[in-house]
């Protein structure tokens, strides 16, 4: 399946694409987890609140109109994340946009809320298997690395617990089908027969693995930073500090195998044992710069979305579409989203643009961001800041094909918020008219119709795909 094959299918099919994007780490109490494995990825059913959850995500259900009451989940989340949860769900609806059955809104996290971000989800019996398998994807793509979902649909919809569990776990089996991963899912159950049922559901299933004999590994002293990881059958938690000491128990062979696998998590000096089973390990700080290129099949899913950014007939062909994911780059992006959205809702606005770049430059974007050092002659007729595109041909109009003919675009989430037109003289944001103390988030072109964003704060944008083109009269 090529590209172009893929490219023509979907503009037959589908509508043009919209550039605005749809709209740590465990709770402390716990009654009871369990932990199981599918295919690899570690899925915890707990017993609790998932208002108190620390993952990066909780996902929320509620209807297309987004108003946040009654006595669900939803209610619950609204409760704890304060009314302005509510005015950003009004905001959305303001203009006539409703959540449609399947889709996943994303909210920042307010209020007493521990998570960063909220997924606020709409759906039928028909899709739910589709609505959990898109919240896993967007999760993943997004660069998280730990959700937590409520049994969802069981609340005023009434779906069967057993056959909802079912569904969950068919829609994360799928999920371990992609080339995406997440370091931890939670499914959390506030009431004793829903966890029970849950339990008993993926207890019975035949793609999951219960974690029954895993080894124990415990930290006794203070950390920061808490992460998950998942290696084999072996649960390990590695923290951001110099010194890690880790008191390991279990079994003979199962501690044996489990200071194996915690050796494989660093490249820093093996476990040493100090006294019995306690081992200390040094651990290296995490390192800036660090980034992975996730190649993606044209036939996937999450390359068809990416595609329907591109024009049918244009002049360039696509070649190649990579994934970046740089979590460090990410969190600081994520950060930056909920400073503005905390300012205002419209603030947060994000949406997806072209950079143009090349061979040589698009290492440097991955793994330290968007820079106007990085940036190839553009015009600054609009302001002195870095320049993103509404059409990729715009985006790539002034610069040279690689010695192979390639050309090189990045579409990238970019926080473009409240604009106004822009001037060649402006070197920062203009302060705005009615509140001098408030600067402007980005500059444009022409604010009916805008084609071209400018910015000044390299962390308003974030490298998520990185596209390799071909003219299309030389392929």
């Known amino acids: 399946v090529t590209f172009q094959h893929e490219l023509r299918h979907l503009k037959s099919e589908s509508p043009q694409a919209s550039n605005v994007s749809d709209y740590s780490m465990w709770g402390k109490e716990r009654k009871n987890k369990n932990v199981f494995r599918i295919r690899g990825q570690i899925v915890e059913i707990i017993h609790g609140d998932i208002t108190d959850e620390q993952t990066d995500i909780i996902v929320s259900s509620t209807d297309r109109d987004m108003k946040l009451y009654g006595t669900g989940v939803a209610a619950a989340i609204s409760k704890k994340a304060g009314p302005e949860l509510q005015r950003f769900c009004d905001e959305y609806t303001s203009h006539g946009a409703f959540l449609d059955a399947g889709c996943v809104i994303k909210a920042p996290a307010c209020g007493n809320l521990k998570c960063k971000t909220i997924f606020h989800t709409n759906f039928q019996w028909d899709c739910l298997e589709k609505t959990v398998l898109k919240c896993l994807r967007t999760a993943a793509e997004d660069g998280y690395v730990s959700i937590s979902f409520p049994a969802l649909g069981t609340g005023y919809r009434s779906f069967p617990s057993e056959k909802t569990a079912s569904v969950m776990i068919e829609s994360i089996n799928q999920f371990c089908n992609t080339s995406l991963h997440l370091d931890l899912i939670h499914i959390v159950l506030l009431q004793d027969d829903m966890y029970k049922y849950f339990l008993k559901t993926f207890q019975s299933s035949e793609l999951c693995k219960h974690n029954t004999e895993a080894t124990d590994i415990k930290a006794p002293n203070p950390v920061h930073n808490e992460q998950m990881e998942a290696i084999g059958s072996v649960e390990a938690t590695s923290f951001d500090m110099d ?233």
């Open 243 to 475: 010194i890690c000491c880790f008191t390991v128990c279990g079994e003979s062979s199962n501690v044996e195998s489990a200071v194996v696998e915690l050796n494989k998590l660093t490249s820093a000096p093996p476990l040493s044992n100090v006294a019995g089973s306690e081992y200390h390990l040094r651990v290296p700080e995490t390192q800036e710069g660090l980034f992975q290129m996730i190649t993606l099949e044209a036939s996937s899913e999450e390359c068809k979305s990416v595609l329907l950014h591109f024009p049918q007939h244009g002049n360039y062909d696509i070649i190649e579409v990579q994934r970046i994911v740089n979590q460090s780059l990410h969190g600081r992006y994520i950060s930056v989203q909920e400073e503005l959205y905390r300012s205002s809702p419209s603030r947060g606005t994000e949406r997806l643009l072209f950079f143009g770049t090349d061979k040589q430059t698009y290492p440097k974007i991955n793994a330290h961001g968007f820079h106007t050092d990085f940036q190839k002659s553009v015009s600054v007729s609009y302001g002195k800041g870095l320049h993103f595109f509404i059409s990729e041909a715009h985006a790539i109009a002034s610069l040279s094909p690689d010695d192979s003919g390639f050309y090189y675009v990045y579409l990238a989430c970019v926080l473009t918020g409240e604009f106004t037109f822009g001037g060649s003289h402006i070197v920062q944001a203009p302060a705005k008219y009615s509140n001098p103390s408030v600067l402007y988030d980005s500059l444009v072109d022409n604010c009916s119709n805008p084609s071209i964003f400018v910015i000044f704060n390299s962390l308003q944008a974030y490298p998520r795909y990185l596209i390799k083109l071909k003219s299309s009269s030389i392929i």
